[in-house]
Protein backbone atom coordinates (compact mmCIF):
# COMPACT_ATOMS: atom_id res chain seq x y z
CA UNK A 1 0.00 0.00 0.00
CA UNK A 2 1.22 3.12 -0.57
CA UNK A 3 2.14 6.27 2.09
CA UNK A 4 -0.49 8.64 0.33
CA UNK A 5 -3.41 5.65 0.38
CA UNK A 6 -2.14 4.56 4.13
CA UNK A 7 -2.54 8.43 4.92
CA UNK A 8 -6.07 9.00 3.39
CA UNK A 9 -7.41 5.54 5.05
CA UNK A 10 -6.14 6.78 8.35
CA UNK A 11 -7.67 10.21 8.16
CA UNK A 12 -11.07 8.31 6.86
CA UNK A 13 -11.27 6.08 9.98
CA UNK A 14 -10.31 9.15 11.83
CA UNK A 15 -13.15 11.84 10.28
CA UNK A 16 -15.75 8.99 10.76
CA UNK A 17 -14.92 8.44 14.03
CA UNK A 18 -14.90 11.99 15.10
CA UNK A 19 -19.00 11.93 12.98
CA UNK A 20 -19.88 8.65 15.32
CA UNK A 21 -18.53 10.33 18.67
CA UNK A 22 -21.18 13.10 17.92
CA UNK A 23 -23.88 10.89 17.69
CA UNK A 24 -23.23 9.37 21.24
CA UNK A 25 -22.34 12.62 22.74
CA UNK A 26 -25.74 14.23 21.67
CA UNK A 27 -27.36 11.41 24.08
CA UNK A 28 -29.42 12.07 26.69
CA UNK A 29 -26.33 12.13 29.85
CA UNK A 30 -26.17 14.55 32.49
CA UNK A 31 -24.99 17.80 31.26
CA UNK A 32 -27.11 17.51 28.54
CA UNK A 33 -30.68 19.44 27.86
CA UNK A 34 -33.98 18.36 29.18
CA UNK A 35 -37.06 18.69 30.13
CA UNK A 36 -38.79 17.97 33.45
CA UNK A 37 -41.93 18.24 34.87
CA UNK A 38 -43.03 18.40 38.66
CA UNK A 39 -43.86 20.49 41.98
CA UNK A 40 -41.86 23.30 43.04
CA UNK A 41 -40.52 22.95 46.32
CA UNK A 42 -38.37 24.87 48.95
CA UNK A 43 -35.31 23.59 49.62
CA UNK A 44 -33.68 26.60 51.54
CA UNK A 45 -34.57 29.38 53.54
CA UNK A 46 -32.44 32.15 55.04
CA UNK A 47 -32.79 34.12 58.67
CA UNK A 48 -35.93 35.72 57.72
CA UNK A 49 -37.98 32.72 56.37
CA UNK A 50 -37.39 33.84 52.86
CA UNK A 51 -37.30 30.77 50.36
CA UNK A 52 -33.76 30.71 49.32
CA UNK A 53 -33.21 27.75 47.37
CA UNK A 54 -35.73 25.00 45.43
CA UNK A 55 -35.80 22.01 43.72
CA UNK A 56 -38.42 20.33 41.49
CA UNK A 57 -40.14 17.21 42.80
CA UNK A 58 -40.57 14.83 40.03
CA UNK A 59 -41.33 10.79 40.05
CA UNK A 60 -37.87 10.31 38.90
CA UNK A 61 -36.48 11.78 41.78
CA UNK A 62 -35.36 15.65 42.68
CA UNK A 63 -33.53 18.02 40.67
CA UNK A 64 -32.13 21.16 42.23
CA UNK A 65 -32.75 24.45 40.56
CA UNK A 66 -29.59 26.55 39.91
CA UNK A 67 -28.91 29.60 41.75
CA UNK A 68 -29.12 31.99 38.93
CA UNK A 69 -31.60 34.52 37.42
CA UNK A 70 -33.73 32.39 35.49
CA UNK A 71 -33.91 30.00 38.45
CA UNK A 72 -34.66 32.38 41.22
CA UNK A 73 -37.50 33.11 39.23
CA UNK A 74 -39.17 29.76 40.42
CA UNK A 75 -38.86 30.60 44.18
CA UNK A 76 -42.18 32.64 43.74
CA UNK A 77 -44.40 29.26 42.44
CA UNK A 78 -43.28 27.14 45.22
CA UNK A 79 -46.15 24.32 45.09
CA UNK A 80 -46.74 25.29 41.99
CA UNK A 81 -46.32 22.41 38.86
CA UNK A 82 -44.00 23.48 36.60
CA UNK A 83 -42.40 21.79 33.18
CA UNK A 84 -39.06 23.16 32.74
CA UNK A 85 -36.56 22.92 30.43
CA UNK A 86 -32.54 23.44 30.96
CA UNK A 87 -28.92 21.80 31.14
CA UNK A 88 -28.95 19.05 33.80
CA UNK A 89 -25.81 18.16 35.60
CA UNK A 90 -25.16 15.41 38.26
CA UNK A 91 -22.71 15.22 40.92
CA UNK A 92 -20.61 12.78 42.73
CA UNK A 93 -23.41 11.84 44.70
CA UNK A 94 -26.05 11.58 42.21
CA UNK A 95 -27.70 14.81 42.85
CA UNK A 96 -28.83 16.49 39.70
CA UNK A 97 -29.04 20.09 39.42
CA UNK A 98 -30.92 22.15 36.69
CA UNK A 99 -29.69 24.80 34.91
CA UNK A 100 -33.49 26.51 34.10
CA UNK A 101 -33.69 27.68 30.19
CA UNK A 102 -38.02 28.19 29.94
CA UNK A 103 -40.18 27.33 32.48
CA UNK A 104 -43.86 26.89 32.36
CA UNK A 105 -46.40 26.65 35.02
CA UNK A 106 -48.37 23.36 34.26
CA UNK A 107 -52.08 22.89 35.50
CA UNK A 108 -53.07 20.53 38.50
Partial sequence: ???????????????????????????DLPGSTA???GKVEWVAIDNSNNITHVAIATQ???YLVS???????????VNKRVN??????????GQKTIYVSAYKIVPQ
Fill in 1 to 27: MKTRDLTLLILLVLGISFLLSFTFLHC
Fill in 35 to 37: SVT
Fill in 60 to 62: AGD
Fill in 67 to 77: DDVKGRELLQF
Fill in 84 to 93: VRGRVTEDQH
